[in-house]
């Protein structure tokens, strides 16, 4: 690929600049082999009995041949879901880039690390590991002569990108802690995110007994001195306008202090006092940076998710059982190996971006497609036309994007060589039959392996999933399917007893830690406690709820919380219900979540006007722009209904599922409603909502 069409600062930086050669490498690691994982010994059966009756026995071994360290641990695991301590390889110490970076580095520099499909159509990027190492080694350079230490947090707003990837690194090479946000979030959501602080009140929970340094030091809180973004991102043929948004989101954060711009166009935007040129600035350093020794439960991100309450929470994840867990499940759920191309096409922004474009691959020394564009720019056959040009071998992606392409005529598909694929992974929401057949049959000829993975932001990676498995093991459609290693699924009933046999349907709880596991909320051990391990104590509840079948395997049947996933991002209905919350003529609203047909869920608003508010249709218009502006377009309600009143019981609580069974066609099991305030109100709200069915064809 010649590098005139692809211009931009990344390119001009990777070609220009001189190289690391040997002298740039950490030093060789005490303990670790540096090789392609090591399989855990044994059948799938026993292996799975290991990982589940002995923890230690299993990750312990792994953990000391999979992942390079500078200091051996000295303890597997130290876990109390009771507590809420989880700690992993304690007492280890190692660094996440050298893992990801160096150890490849030192045996095959010019191996590719990562193919930038660009959003331009036919474009494509490729870094070597060498190449890699040096960018992230001038960015971490970069970082600290602009003040951040190990500890301190830096916000990434950047469209899917090696510089964003190097940004990622870059943070992990000097301790410090990344938090991507994705680059659809609004200035306020980011704003957000940058000005997070520790809860000075919080419990005492950041540092682990036995490494009283880990995590961050509350003293002074972990500031966000630095955002990373680009000049522009381009997408779909479209510009987005990046940096505006940071500036209008840094108005609103006063611990900023530098803001760094890369140029992902050649257009020129604003710089002002804050702003610095990333590029420009990293030329100046050296590739070479001396990473730091982190310990293994020292903070390695942060990322936010949605919650059924309050505003979105961030996740803490630490180094070395996260890393290990990201590479272990992309080499046995994928089955990926050496010299494979691996296509996962999620934005980095979410946690599968994380694991499966940036860590997973990257510590196992995969080729890592970053895909920055959409399903169908230019046309619907973008996946396939990129899979037959950059031969990828495994692709993962989301089922609403199957959902999209699957409407289109298949010989968008056909066209293209397919062959290279072996394995095929959906993520991120239930997959529907229809999706996981077109899936199956006409992307993987009836031959690929699909695998429906689920798993989530909290638990770093894959926990159920068809593989690994034992050989030839059967798939059946559209079920996750089977736990990974160490993964322990317990269904529960509504009085929290635990479900035995199969054909159960119940809250889905994990009763073991794993080493990928999120570890506290950031700044709110007390919140993570709450959230995670109130319901069913002792036990870590996922908010979804399954069904197990008489075989033992697992079929997720969808959030049991008011979550929303819409096109696989999840949202609080709550946060929705309060961007709307500040209008001044909407003095009540209830949001939920309704089946879609591509989105999978979208959300539908009920609103309650002032007698004196005016127009309705322009009240509803500054509410889509107000939820727009204050979390992201993709969050805006499809449907807003305007009613008198909501729905409530007798203690004034909102009865969203009578609202959830309205949208969906089933009125006429409401269910129990003793204990509703005023019953009239559903008649209100039917008539209401008929009449807006009649005039908009609204949501069925
Ligand atoms: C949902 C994404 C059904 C689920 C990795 C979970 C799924 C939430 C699946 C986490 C799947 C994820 N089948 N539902 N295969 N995968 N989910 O944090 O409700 O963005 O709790 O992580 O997505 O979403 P998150």
Not at 45 to 74: C, K, M, N
Request: a negative charge; one cysteine or more; hydrophobic letters at 40%.
């Amino acid at each position: 690929m010649a590098a005139s069409c692809l211009g931009r600062g990344v390119v001009r930086l990777l070609g220009g600049l001189r190289g690391v050669g040997a002298r740039g490498l950490a030093a060789p690691r005490l303990w670790g082999s540096a090789s392609a994982p090591a399989a855990p010994a044994g059948s799938y059966q026993e292996r799975i009995a290991l990982a589940a009756s002995e923890p230690a026995a299993f990750w312990g071994p792994l953990a000391r041949d999979v992942l390079v360290w500078d200091t051996p641990y000295h303890t597997v695991s130290d876990c109390d879901f009771r507590s809420g301590r989880i700690g992993w390889f304690l007492g280890g110490q190692l660094n996440v880039s050298v893992n990801c970076l160096d150890q490849h580095v030192r045996k095959s520099p010019e191996s590719v690390a990562l193919i930038w499909e660009q959003d331009e159509p036919g474009t494509e990027v490729r870094i070597t590991y060498r190449e890699l190492l040096e960018t992230t080694c001038r960015l971490a350079n970069t970082l600290k002569r602009h003040g951040v230490h190990r500890g301190d947090r830096v916000a990434i707003y950047m469209s899917v990108s090696p510089l964003a990837v190097a940004a990622m690194l870059a943070c992990a090479r000097i301790g410090a802690i990344h938090t991507v946000v994705f680059a659809g979030f609004s200035a306020g959501s980011l704003a957000a995110r940058i000005n997070d602080v520790l809860q000075p009140h919080g419990p005492d929970f950041c540092q682990h007994p036995e490494q009283p340094e880990s995590r961050f030091s509350p003293e002074p809180p972990a500031k966000c001195k630095v955002v990373i973004t680009f000049n522009q991102g381009l997408r779909g043929g479209r510009v987005v306008e990046l940096k505006e948004i940071v500036d209008e989101a840094v108005k609103l954060c006063p611990t900023v202090q530098h803001v760094l711009v890369a140029h992902r166009t050649d257009n020129k935007v604003h710089m002002g006092d804050l702003d610095i040129p990333l590029e420009q600035e990293m030329a100046k350093e050296e590739p070479v940076c001396a990473p730091e020794s982190m310990g293994s439960e020292d903070t390695l991100f942060l990322l936010y998710t949605s919650g059924s309450t309050g505003t979105p929470k961030g996740l803490v994840h630490t180094q070395a059982g996260y890393l290990l867990y990201a590479a272990l499940t992309h080499r046995f759920v994928f089955d990926y190996r050496p010299g494979d191309v691996f296509g996962c096409v999620a934005d980095i922004g979410w946690i599968t971006g994380h694991s499966y474009v940036v860590y997973g691959p990257l510590c196992n020394g995969a080729t890592s497609v970053l895909f920055e564009s959409t399903p169908v720019y230019p046309d619907a056959g973008r996946y396939w036309e990129m899979v037959q040009r950059l031969k990828i071998n495994q692709f993962y992606g989301s089922p609403t994007a199957f959902r999209l392409l699957l409407k289109f005529e298949d010989s968008w598909v056909k066209k293209y060589d397919r062959s290279s694929l072996r394995t095929l992974g959906s993520v991120g929401e239930p997959i529907n039959h229809e999706a996981w057949e077109w899936l199956h049959r006409v992307v993987g000829d009836s031959r690929c392996t699909l695998v429906d993975t689920w798993w989530q932001t909290e638990t770093g990676g894959i926990c159920i999933s068809p593989r690994p498995s034992e050989e030839g093991a059967e798939i059946l459609p559209c079920m996750a399917m089977r736990p990974l290693f160490g993964i322990v699924p317990v269904l529960m009933d509504e009085k929290g007893n635990v479900l035995k046999g199969g054909d159960v349907s119940g809250a889905l709880c994990l009763s073991q830690a794993w080493p990928g596991m999120a570890r506290t909320i950031f700044g709110d051990h007390q919140r993570f406690m709450d959230a995670y391990f109130k319901a069913y104590p002792g036990y870590y509840f996922t908010g979804d709820g399954a069904y197990r079948t008489e075989d033992g395997y697992y079929q997720i049947t969808g959030r049991m919380d008011d979550v929303i996933n819409i096109s696989g991002h999840r949202l609080g209905t709550a946060e929705i219900e309060d961007a709307m919350a500040d209008h001044p003529a909407v003095p009540e609203t209830a949001v939920i979540g309704y089946p879609h047909d591509i989105k999978g869920e979208a959300a539908f608003a009920f609103i309650v006007l002032k007698d004196d508010a005016g127009d309705a249709d322009v009240v509803v218009k500054e509410l889509r722009s107000v939820v727009a502006s204050k979390i992201a377009k993709y969050a805006v309600p499809d449907q807003v209904l305007v009613v008198k009143r909501l729905p409530k019981t007798r203690s004034g609580k909102v009865m969203r599922r009578l609202l959830r069974k309205i949208v969906t066609g089933r009125a006429q099991d409401l269910g129990d409603i003793t204990t509703m305030e005023d019953p009239t109100v559903i008649t209100e709200i039917l008539s209401a909502y008929q009449e807006y069915k009649d005039k908009s064809g609204a949501a069925q």
